[in-house]
Protein backbone atom coordinates (compact mmCIF):
# COMPACT_ATOMS: atom_id res chain seq x y z
CA UNK A 1 0.00 0.00 0.00
CA UNK A 2 3.16 1.68 0.58
CA UNK A 3 3.39 2.69 -3.01
CA UNK A 4 -0.20 3.68 -3.82
CA UNK A 5 -0.60 6.28 -0.89
CA UNK A 6 3.51 7.26 -2.26
CA UNK A 7 1.53 7.82 -5.75
CA UNK A 8 -1.18 9.59 -3.89
CA UNK A 9 1.37 12.16 -2.51
CA UNK A 10 3.14 13.08 -5.74
CA UNK A 11 0.03 13.23 -7.76
CA UNK A 12 -2.22 15.50 -5.75
CA UNK A 13 -1.03 18.34 -7.56
CA UNK A 14 -2.39 17.09 -11.04
CA UNK A 15 -5.57 15.97 -9.38
CA UNK A 16 -6.26 19.62 -7.87
CA UNK A 17 -5.63 21.12 -11.64
CA UNK A 18 -8.39 18.81 -12.68
CA UNK A 19 -10.98 19.47 -9.88
CA UNK A 20 -10.60 23.35 -10.90
CA UNK A 21 -12.00 21.86 -14.45
CA UNK A 22 -14.66 20.22 -12.69
CA UNK A 23 -15.29 22.93 -10.32
CA UNK A 24 -15.44 25.19 -13.63
CA UNK A 25 -18.42 23.65 -14.45
CA UNK A 26 -21.91 25.73 -13.02
CA UNK A 27 -23.91 22.89 -12.65
CA UNK A 28 -26.84 24.58 -10.29
CA UNK A 29 -29.65 21.77 -10.10
CA UNK A 30 -32.18 24.04 -9.08
CA UNK A 31 -33.40 25.84 -12.16
CA UNK A 32 -34.08 24.86 -15.40
CA UNK A 33 -31.32 27.40 -16.55
CA UNK A 34 -28.11 25.23 -16.06
CA UNK A 35 -29.95 22.18 -17.70
CA UNK A 36 -27.17 21.94 -20.64
CA UNK A 37 -24.06 22.65 -17.98
CA UNK A 38 -25.73 19.31 -16.07
CA UNK A 39 -25.36 17.45 -19.26
CA UNK A 40 -21.41 18.63 -19.75
CA UNK A 41 -20.89 18.01 -15.55
CA UNK A 42 -22.78 14.20 -15.96
CA UNK A 43 -20.35 13.65 -18.99
CA UNK A 44 -17.14 15.27 -17.58
CA UNK A 45 -17.60 12.95 -14.30
CA UNK A 46 -18.36 9.91 -16.38
CA UNK A 47 -15.16 10.70 -18.55
CA UNK A 48 -13.63 10.94 -14.98
CA UNK A 49 -14.56 7.21 -14.24
CA UNK A 50 -13.20 5.89 -17.38
CA UNK A 51 -10.24 7.38 -17.44
CA UNK A 52 -10.11 6.30 -13.85
CA UNK A 53 -10.26 2.62 -15.12
CA UNK A 54 -13.99 1.85 -14.36
CA UNK A 55 -14.86 -0.06 -17.46
CA UNK A 56 -18.55 0.08 -17.38
CA UNK A 57 -19.63 3.96 -17.62
CA UNK A 58 -22.85 4.79 -18.31
CA UNK A 59 -24.92 8.20 -18.29
CA UNK A 60 -28.96 7.70 -17.15
CA UNK A 61 -31.59 10.42 -18.43
CA UNK A 62 -33.73 10.95 -16.21
CA UNK A 63 -37.03 13.26 -15.54
CA UNK A 64 -34.32 15.92 -14.50
CA UNK A 65 -30.89 16.06 -14.46
CA UNK A 66 -28.92 12.15 -15.90
CA UNK A 67 -27.16 9.61 -12.86
CA UNK A 68 -23.57 8.41 -13.95
CA UNK A 69 -22.80 5.40 -13.07
CA UNK A 70 -19.57 3.65 -13.72
CA UNK A 71 -18.29 -0.23 -12.92
CA UNK A 72 -15.44 -2.34 -12.45
CA UNK A 73 -16.33 -5.73 -11.38
CA UNK A 74 -12.94 -7.50 -12.02
CA UNK A 75 -12.56 -8.75 -8.58
CA UNK A 76 -14.72 -12.05 -8.51
CA UNK A 77 -15.25 -13.43 -4.63
CA UNK A 78 -14.33 -10.13 -3.52
CA UNK A 79 -16.97 -7.55 -1.98
CA UNK A 80 -18.26 -4.72 -3.67
CA UNK A 81 -18.43 -0.76 -2.89
CA UNK A 82 -20.77 1.11 -3.68
CA UNK A 83 -19.58 4.89 -3.85
CA UNK A 84 -22.37 7.75 -3.99
CA UNK A 85 -21.65 11.15 -4.20
CA UNK A 86 -23.79 14.15 -6.02
CA UNK A 87 -21.73 16.71 -8.84
CA UNK A 88 -24.96 19.25 -8.35
CA UNK A 89 -24.08 22.29 -6.65
CA UNK A 90 -26.34 25.12 -5.06
CA UNK A 91 -27.00 28.46 -5.97
CA UNK A 92 -24.49 31.15 -6.03
CA UNK A 93 -26.57 33.67 -4.70
CA UNK A 94 -25.51 36.38 -2.88
CA UNK A 95 -23.07 36.92 -5.74
CA UNK A 96 -22.02 39.83 -4.30
CA UNK A 97 -20.24 38.30 -1.26
CA UNK A 98 -18.08 36.28 -2.73
CA UNK A 99 -14.49 37.67 -2.81
CA UNK A 100 -13.40 35.58 -6.10
CA UNK A 101 -15.90 33.80 -8.94
CA UNK A 102 -17.85 30.91 -7.31
CA UNK A 103 -17.15 29.26 -10.73
CA UNK A 104 -13.47 30.22 -11.35
CA UNK A 105 -11.89 28.12 -8.52
CA UNK A 106 -9.25 29.93 -6.67
CA UNK A 107 -6.29 28.74 -4.58
CA UNK A 108 -5.39 30.60 -1.58
CA UNK A 109 -3.36 29.41 1.89
CA UNK A 110 -4.29 25.66 0.75
CA UNK A 111 -8.18 25.84 0.42
CA UNK A 112 -9.73 25.97 -3.03
CA UNK A 113 -12.39 28.38 -3.41
CA UNK A 114 -15.35 27.47 -5.47
CA UNK A 115 -19.47 26.73 -5.55
CA UNK A 116 -19.59 22.98 -4.91
CA UNK A 117 -15.33 22.42 -3.77
CA UNK A 118 -16.84 20.82 -0.27
CA UNK A 119 -20.35 19.82 -1.34
CA UNK A 120 -19.48 17.83 -2.97
CA UNK A 121 -16.75 17.71 -5.97
CA UNK A 122 -13.95 17.88 -4.24
CA UNK A 123 -15.07 15.58 -1.66
CA UNK A 124 -16.93 12.84 -4.82
CA UNK A 125 -13.20 13.31 -6.33
CA UNK A 126 -11.07 11.70 -3.81
CA UNK A 127 -13.04 8.47 -4.21
CA UNK A 128 -12.47 8.73 -8.33
CA UNK A 129 -8.60 9.65 -7.82
CA UNK A 130 -8.28 7.00 -5.21
CA UNK A 131 -9.40 4.21 -7.67
CA UNK A 132 -7.33 5.68 -10.13
CA UNK A 133 -4.31 5.36 -8.04
CA UNK A 134 -4.81 2.43 -7.10
CA UNK A 135 -4.91 0.92 -10.61
CA UNK A 136 -1.79 2.62 -11.54
CA UNK A 137 0.15 1.32 -8.53
CA UNK A 138 -1.00 -2.05 -8.54
CA UNK A 139 -2.90 -2.94 -11.52
CA UNK A 140 -6.04 -3.47 -10.45
CA UNK A 141 -8.08 -3.09 -7.10
CA UNK A 142 -8.76 -5.05 -4.75
CA UNK A 143 -12.60 -5.51 -4.62
CA UNK A 144 -15.47 -4.95 -6.89
CA UNK A 145 -16.40 -0.89 -7.43
CA UNK A 146 -19.84 0.75 -8.30
CA UNK A 147 -20.06 4.99 -8.39
CA UNK A 148 -23.51 6.65 -8.62
CA UNK A 149 -23.05 9.95 -9.07
CA UNK A 150 -25.90 12.25 -9.50
CA UNK A 151 -27.00 15.66 -10.29
CA UNK A 152 -30.02 16.15 -7.75
CA UNK A 153 -29.16 16.09 -4.49
CA UNK A 154 -29.70 19.57 -3.35
CA UNK A 155 -33.18 19.25 -4.90
CA UNK A 156 -34.55 16.65 -3.07
CA UNK A 157 -32.93 13.66 -5.06
CA UNK A 158 -36.49 13.16 -6.44
CA UNK A 159 -35.44 11.20 -9.51
CA UNK A 160 -32.84 9.36 -7.95
CA UNK A 161 -35.33 6.77 -6.07
CA UNK A 162 -36.90 5.37 -8.55
CA UNK A 163 -33.47 4.62 -10.29
CA UNK A 164 -32.35 2.65 -7.44
CA UNK A 165 -35.99 1.13 -7.29
CA UNK A 166 -35.58 0.09 -10.95
CA UNK A 167 -31.54 -0.70 -10.34
CA UNK A 168 -31.43 -2.77 -7.70
CA UNK A 169 -29.32 -5.71 -9.59
CA UNK A 170 -27.46 -3.01 -10.88
CA UNK A 171 -26.69 -1.37 -7.86
CA UNK A 172 -26.54 -4.86 -5.44
CA UNK A 173 -23.31 -4.14 -3.55
CA UNK A 174 -21.87 -4.71 0.10
CA UNK A 175 -21.61 -1.57 1.40
CA UNK A 176 -22.44 2.25 0.11
CA UNK A 177 -19.77 4.96 0.86
CA UNK A 178 -20.72 8.25 1.05
CA UNK A 179 -18.31 11.76 1.15
CA UNK A 180 -20.42 14.06 1.76
CA UNK A 181 -20.49 15.10 5.37
CA UNK A 182 -17.59 16.78 7.26
CA UNK A 183 -14.59 15.98 9.76
CA UNK A 184 -15.35 16.95 13.55
CA UNK A 185 -12.39 19.23 13.50
CA UNK A 186 -9.69 19.54 10.85
CA UNK A 187 -7.22 16.84 10.65
CA UNK A 188 -9.56 14.40 12.93
CA UNK A 189 -10.90 11.46 11.10
CA UNK A 190 -14.38 11.34 11.66
CA UNK A 191 -17.26 8.56 10.64
CA UNK A 192 -20.79 10.56 11.14
CA UNK A 193 -23.05 7.50 12.10
CA UNK A 194 -26.94 9.81 11.92
CA UNK A 195 -27.91 12.55 9.97
CA UNK A 196 -31.42 13.96 10.45
CA UNK A 197 -34.66 14.42 7.67
CA UNK A 198 -36.14 16.60 6.32
CA UNK A 199 -39.79 17.94 5.87
CA UNK A 200 -40.09 21.22 3.97
CA UNK A 201 -43.13 23.12 2.60
CA UNK A 202 -44.63 27.02 1.81
CA UNK A 203 -47.18 28.16 3.89
CA UNK A 204 -49.50 30.91 2.08
CA UNK A 205 -51.44 32.83 3.57
CA UNK A 206 -54.21 34.48 1.87
CA UNK A 207 -56.33 37.55 3.08
CA UNK A 208 -58.26 39.95 0.84
CA UNK A 209 -59.00 39.07 -2.94
CA UNK A 210 -56.12 42.18 -3.87
CA UNK A 211 -53.36 44.57 -2.33
CA UNK A 212 -55.47 47.55 -0.06
CA UNK A 213 -54.61 50.82 0.90
CA UNK A 214 -53.29 50.40 4.51
CA UNK A 215 -55.18 54.24 5.34
CA UNK A 216 -58.58 52.81 4.24
CA UNK A 217 -58.83 49.55 5.23
CA UNK A 218 -56.38 49.35 8.06
CA UNK A 219 -58.33 48.65 10.91
CA UNK A 220 -61.39 46.92 9.49
CA UNK A 221 -59.03 44.01 8.02
CA UNK A 222 -56.90 41.04 9.01
CA UNK A 223 -53.13 41.54 7.32
CA UNK A 224 -51.91 38.73 6.17
CA UNK A 225 -48.14 39.28 6.98
CA UNK A 226 -49.52 40.09 10.95
CA UNK A 227 -51.25 36.74 11.00
CA UNK A 228 -48.86 34.88 9.15
CA UNK A 229 -45.75 36.26 11.75
CA UNK A 230 -47.91 35.53 14.85
CA UNK A 231 -48.57 31.77 13.43
CA UNK A 232 -45.06 31.39 13.04
CA UNK A 233 -44.35 32.54 16.60
CA UNK A 234 -46.55 29.90 17.87
CA UNK A 235 -45.36 27.37 16.82
CA UNK A 236 -42.48 27.39 19.49
CA UNK A 237 -42.72 27.87 23.09
CA UNK A 238 -40.92 29.58 25.53
CA UNK A 239 -38.74 26.49 26.29
CA UNK A 240 -37.84 26.31 22.55
CA UNK A 241 -40.25 23.40 22.34
CA UNK A 242 -42.11 22.67 19.05
CA UNK A 243 -45.97 23.44 19.54
CA UNK A 244 -47.05 20.71 17.03
CA UNK A 245 -49.83 18.19 18.48
CA UNK A 246 -47.61 14.54 18.52
CA UNK A 247 -44.65 16.19 16.72
CA UNK A 248 -42.01 14.08 19.09
CA UNK A 249 -44.43 11.28 19.97
CA UNK A 250 -42.34 8.76 18.09
CA UNK A 251 -38.76 10.47 18.58
CA UNK A 252 -36.05 7.78 19.41
CA UNK A 253 -33.95 9.28 22.12
CA UNK A 254 -30.32 9.64 22.65
CA UNK A 255 -28.98 6.52 24.65
CA UNK A 256 -27.10 7.30 27.54
CA UNK A 257 -24.37 6.23 25.51
CA UNK A 258 -24.44 8.42 22.84
CA UNK A 259 -25.00 11.62 25.41
CA UNK A 260 -21.68 10.11 27.16
CA UNK A 261 -19.67 9.87 24.10
CA UNK A 262 -20.98 13.54 22.75
CA UNK A 263 -19.46 14.99 26.33
CA UNK A 264 -16.31 13.99 25.08
CA UNK A 265 -16.15 15.52 22.08
CA UNK A 266 -14.23 18.92 22.42
CA UNK A 267 -16.91 21.17 22.21
CA UNK A 268 -17.31 24.98 22.91
CA UNK A 269 -20.48 26.71 22.96
CA UNK A 270 -18.50 30.60 22.71
CA UNK A 271 -16.08 29.25 20.29
CA UNK A 272 -18.84 28.01 18.22
CA UNK A 273 -21.00 30.88 18.36
CA UNK A 274 -18.52 33.41 17.53
CA UNK A 275 -17.39 31.89 14.58
CA UNK A 276 -21.07 32.72 13.32
CA UNK A 277 -20.75 36.11 14.72
CA UNK A 278 -22.85 35.07 17.62
CA UNK A 279 -22.45 35.80 21.67
CA UNK A 280 -25.39 33.70 22.66
CA UNK A 281 -27.03 31.08 21.58
CA UNK A 282 -30.20 29.84 21.72
CA UNK A 283 -32.41 26.35 21.06
CA UNK A 284 -34.50 23.58 22.52
CA UNK A 285 -33.84 23.70 26.91
CA UNK A 286 -32.34 20.55 28.68
CA UNK A 287 -30.07 19.19 25.35
CA UNK A 288 -26.76 20.42 24.67
CA UNK A 289 -25.86 22.21 21.75
CA UNK A 290 -24.42 19.50 19.87
CA UNK A 291 -27.52 17.04 21.47
CA UNK A 292 -29.64 20.07 19.79
CA UNK A 293 -27.93 19.92 16.25
CA UNK A 294 -27.90 15.86 16.18
CA UNK A 295 -30.40 14.20 17.42
CA UNK A 296 -33.46 16.74 18.54
CA UNK A 297 -35.62 17.32 15.78
CA UNK A 298 -36.26 21.29 14.89
CA UNK A 299 -38.72 23.63 12.86
CA UNK A 300 -37.47 26.98 11.18
CA UNK A 301 -38.82 29.20 9.33
CA UNK A 302 -36.34 29.74 6.04
CA UNK A 303 -38.16 32.73 4.06
CA UNK A 304 -40.81 35.15 4.31
CA UNK A 305 -42.60 37.36 1.63
CA UNK A 306 -45.43 39.42 0.99
CA UNK A 307 -46.52 43.05 0.65
CA UNK A 308 -44.59 45.86 -0.48
CA UNK A 309 -40.34 44.80 -0.14
CA UNK A 310 -39.12 47.35 -3.19
CA UNK A 311 -37.18 50.70 -1.64
CA UNK A 312 -38.62 53.59 0.02
CA UNK A 313 -42.49 53.13 1.56
CA UNK A 314 -45.51 52.48 -0.19
CA UNK A 315 -48.80 52.03 2.32
CA UNK A 316 -50.35 48.98 1.81
CA UNK A 317 -52.26 45.81 3.21
CA UNK A 318 -51.01 42.68 1.09
CA UNK A 319 -53.18 40.37 0.17
CA UNK A 320 -51.32 37.72 0.94
CA UNK A 321 -48.22 36.06 2.38
CA UNK A 322 -45.85 32.88 2.42
CA UNK A 323 -43.51 31.44 4.27
CA UNK A 324 -41.35 28.28 3.62
CA UNK A 325 -40.55 26.57 6.43
CA UNK A 326 -37.81 23.51 7.24
CA UNK A 327 -38.38 20.67 9.92
CA UNK A 328 -35.41 18.80 10.80
CA UNK A 329 -36.31 15.46 11.61
CA UNK A 330 -34.79 12.78 13.90
CA UNK A 331 -34.62 8.98 14.02
CA UNK A 332 -38.52 7.62 14.68
CA UNK A 333 -39.86 10.88 12.70
CA UNK A 334 -41.77 9.99 9.32
CA UNK A 335 -41.34 12.89 7.37
CA UNK A 336 -45.00 12.47 5.90
CA UNK A 337 -46.62 12.33 8.94
CA UNK A 338 -45.19 15.03 10.42
CA UNK A 339 -46.12 17.48 7.38
CA UNK A 340 -49.87 16.44 7.77
CA UNK A 341 -49.60 17.02 11.44
CA UNK A 342 -47.75 20.09 10.66
CA UNK A 343 -50.48 21.28 7.93
CA UNK A 344 -53.72 19.93 10.51
CA UNK A 345 -51.77 22.11 12.93
CA UNK A 346 -51.35 25.56 11.12
CA UNK A 347 -54.82 25.78 9.66
CA UNK A 348 -55.96 25.07 13.57
CA UNK A 349 -54.36 27.78 14.58
CA UNK A 350 -55.17 30.50 11.39
CA UNK A 351 -58.15 32.96 12.50
CA UNK A 352 -60.91 32.56 10.21
CA UNK A 353 -60.16 36.22 8.28
CA UNK A 354 -57.38 34.69 6.06
CA UNK A 355 -57.53 31.20 3.78
CA UNK A 356 -54.30 28.89 4.20
CA UNK A 357 -52.43 26.61 2.26
CA UNK A 358 -49.75 24.44 2.39
CA UNK A 359 -47.69 23.23 -0.29
CA UNK A 360 -45.19 20.49 -0.27
CA UNK A 361 -42.16 20.70 -1.17
CA UNK A 362 -38.63 17.96 -0.81
CA UNK A 363 -38.51 15.65 2.10
CA UNK A 364 -36.05 13.05 3.63
CA UNK A 365 -36.34 10.38 5.87
CA UNK A 366 -33.97 10.54 9.33
CA UNK A 367 -31.15 7.78 9.04
CA UNK A 368 -29.05 6.07 11.81
CA UNK A 369 -26.40 3.93 9.64
CA UNK A 370 -24.82 0.93 11.74
CA UNK A 371 -21.57 1.35 13.86
CA UNK A 372 -20.47 -1.84 14.02
CA UNK A 373 -21.12 -3.05 10.04
CA UNK A 374 -17.68 -4.65 8.91
CA UNK A 375 -17.66 -1.49 6.12
CA UNK A 376 -18.01 0.98 9.29
CA UNK A 377 -14.74 -0.44 11.00
CA UNK A 378 -12.59 -0.85 7.76
CA UNK A 379 -13.62 2.75 7.57
CA UNK A 380 -12.72 3.98 10.59
CA UNK A 381 -9.44 2.26 10.56
CA UNK A 382 -8.49 3.40 7.29
CA UNK A 383 -9.24 7.15 7.84
CA UNK A 384 -7.19 6.28 11.49
CA UNK A 385 -3.91 5.06 8.92
CA UNK A 386 -4.73 7.97 6.71
CA UNK A 387 -4.72 10.82 9.15
CA UNK A 388 -2.38 9.23 12.01
CA UNK A 389 -4.96 9.85 14.96
CA UNK A 390 -7.94 8.09 15.93
CA UNK A 391 -11.45 7.87 14.43
CA UNK A 392 -14.24 9.53 16.41
CA UNK A 393 -17.99 8.89 15.49
CA UNK A 394 -20.34 11.57 15.06
CA UNK A 395 -23.74 12.35 14.07
CA UNK A 396 -24.96 15.22 11.59
CA UNK A 397 -28.03 17.99 11.31
CA UNK A 398 -27.88 18.19 7.89
CA UNK A 399 -29.53 15.43 5.41
CA UNK A 400 -28.82 13.25 2.63
CA UNK A 401 -32.21 12.06 1.51
CA UNK A 402 -31.00 9.08 -0.43
CA UNK A 403 -29.09 7.52 2.42
CA UNK A 404 -32.25 5.89 3.72
CA UNK A 405 -33.49 4.43 0.15
CA UNK A 406 -30.17 3.15 0.04
CA UNK A 407 -30.57 1.48 3.29
CA UNK A 408 -34.10 0.53 2.61
CA UNK A 409 -34.00 -0.90 -0.98
CA UNK A 410 -30.06 -1.94 -1.37
CA UNK A 411 -30.17 -3.42 2.18
CA UNK A 412 -26.99 -3.00 2.58
CA UNK A 413 -24.90 -0.78 5.42
CA UNK A 414 -24.37 2.45 4.23
CA UNK A 415 -21.05 3.95 5.43
CA UNK A 416 -21.05 8.27 5.66
CA UNK A 417 -16.95 8.88 5.67
CA UNK A 418 -17.05 12.63 4.70
CA UNK A 419 -13.74 14.80 4.51
CA UNK A 420 -15.44 18.39 4.33
CA UNK A 421 -15.53 20.79 7.39
CA UNK A 422 -19.00 22.12 8.66
CA UNK A 423 -17.25 25.97 8.55
CA UNK A 424 -16.58 25.66 4.37
CA UNK A 425 -19.15 27.84 3.63
CA UNK A 426 -21.50 24.97 1.83
CA UNK A 427 -24.44 26.64 0.71
CA UNK A 428 -22.86 30.10 1.08
CA UNK A 429 -20.39 32.74 -0.24
CA UNK A 430 -16.80 32.01 -0.36
CA UNK A 431 -17.38 27.97 0.01
CA UNK A 432 -13.86 26.19 -0.12
CA UNK A 433 -12.37 22.73 0.35
CA UNK A 434 -9.04 22.26 2.48
CA UNK A 435 -6.49 20.68 -0.17
CA UNK A 436 -4.88 18.47 2.50
CA UNK A 437 -8.22 16.81 3.85
CA UNK A 438 -8.57 16.33 -0.53
CA UNK A 439 -5.13 14.73 -0.60
CA UNK A 440 -5.99 12.51 2.88
CA UNK A 441 -9.18 11.83 1.31
CA UNK A 442 -7.93 10.12 -1.76
CA UNK A 443 -5.73 8.06 0.79
CA UNK A 444 -8.30 7.09 2.93
CA UNK A 445 -10.60 6.05 0.39
CA UNK A 446 -7.51 3.95 -1.14
CA UNK A 447 -7.03 2.50 2.45
CA UNK A 448 -11.02 1.46 2.76
CA UNK A 449 -10.85 -0.44 -0.37
CA UNK A 450 -7.78 -2.51 0.76
CA UNK A 451 -9.26 -3.03 4.55
CA UNK A 452 -12.74 -4.09 3.17
CA UNK A 453 -11.39 -6.00 0.75
CA UNK A 454 -9.65 -8.30 3.45
CA UNK A 455 -12.36 -8.18 6.23
CA UNK A 456 -14.85 -10.37 4.08
N1 LIG B 1 -23.84 17.53 1.99
C1 LIG B 1 -25.05 18.10 2.46
C2 LIG B 1 -25.52 17.49 3.77
C3 LIG B 1 -24.62 17.91 4.90
C4 LIG B 1 -24.67 19.21 5.35
C5 LIG B 1 -23.72 17.03 5.44
C6 LIG B 1 -23.80 19.63 6.34
C7 LIG B 1 -22.85 17.45 6.43
C8 LIG B 1 -22.88 18.75 6.87
C9 LIG B 1 -26.11 17.93 1.38
O1 LIG B 1 -25.62 18.26 0.11
C10 LIG B 1 -27.25 18.88 1.65
O2 LIG B 1 -27.06 20.06 1.56
N2 LIG B 1 -28.44 18.34 1.95
C11 LIG B 1 -29.61 19.12 2.05
C12 LIG B 1 -30.75 18.21 1.70
C13 LIG B 1 -31.90 18.82 0.97
C14 LIG B 1 -31.57 19.82 -0.07
C15 LIG B 1 -32.89 17.81 0.52
C16 LIG B 1 -29.79 19.71 3.42
O3 LIG B 1 -29.34 19.11 4.41
O4 LIG B 1 -30.37 20.79 3.52
MN1 LIG C 1 -23.80 17.42 -0.29
MN1 LIG D 1 -25.63 20.50 -0.05
Redesign the pocket.
Known amino acids: MKETLDFISSNTATYISELQEFLRIPSISNSSEHTQEMQRCAKFVAEKLTTAGMNRVEIYQTEGHPVVYGEWLGAPGKPTVLIYG ?1 YDVQPVDPIELWDSQPFDPVIKDGKIYARGAT ?2 KGQVYTHIKAVESLFKTLGSLPLNVKFVIEGE ?4 SGNLEPFVKNNKDLLKCDTVVIS ?3 LYAPGLPTITYGLRG ?1 AYCEVEVVGPDRDLHSGSYGGAVANPINVLAKMISQLHDAKGKITIPHFYDTVVKLTAKERAAIKTLKFSDKAFGKEIGLTELSGEAGFSTLERLWARPTLDCNGIFGGFTGKGAKTVIPSKATAKISMRLVPGQDPKKVMSDFAKHIKNIAPKTVKVTVHQL ?1 S ?1 NPVLTPLDSSATVAASKAMEKAFGKKTVFIR ?6 IVHTFAKLLKAPVVLM ?1 F ?1 L ?1 NEN ?2 SPNEHFNLKHFELGIKSSALFMKEFAGSK
Open positions: HDDEEIGDTALHGEGGSIPGGNLH
